[in-house]
């Protein structure tokens, strides 16, 4: 069994979870401020630095759980 292959598989599925979780954060920030009566600039702006916030921490723990193993 190629062990270093399946971490990278395991690696890679956890990225796109990420992606995923925080395109829905990203897309759910937008959408409140937009039912809050927001610009589409302003709720596009805000969507985007959820998505960010989320990304960063996101990443920073996954970091974090593969440097513990």
Do not use: E, K, Q
């Not at 598989?9 to 990203?26: E, H, N, R």
């Not at 409140?32 to 920073?60: C, H, N």
């Amino acid at each position: 069994m190629n062990t270093p292959s399946i971490h990278m598989m395991i690696l890679v599925l956890l990225l796109a979870v990420v992606a995923l979780f925080c395109t829905l954060v990203g897309a759910a920030a937008g959408l409140l401020a937009r039912l809050d009566g927001a610009t589409y600039a302003s709720a596009l702006l805000r969507g985007a630095v959820a998505f960010a916030g989320s990304a960063t921490l996101s990443l920073a723990l996954l970091t974090f759980v593969l440097a513990a193993l």
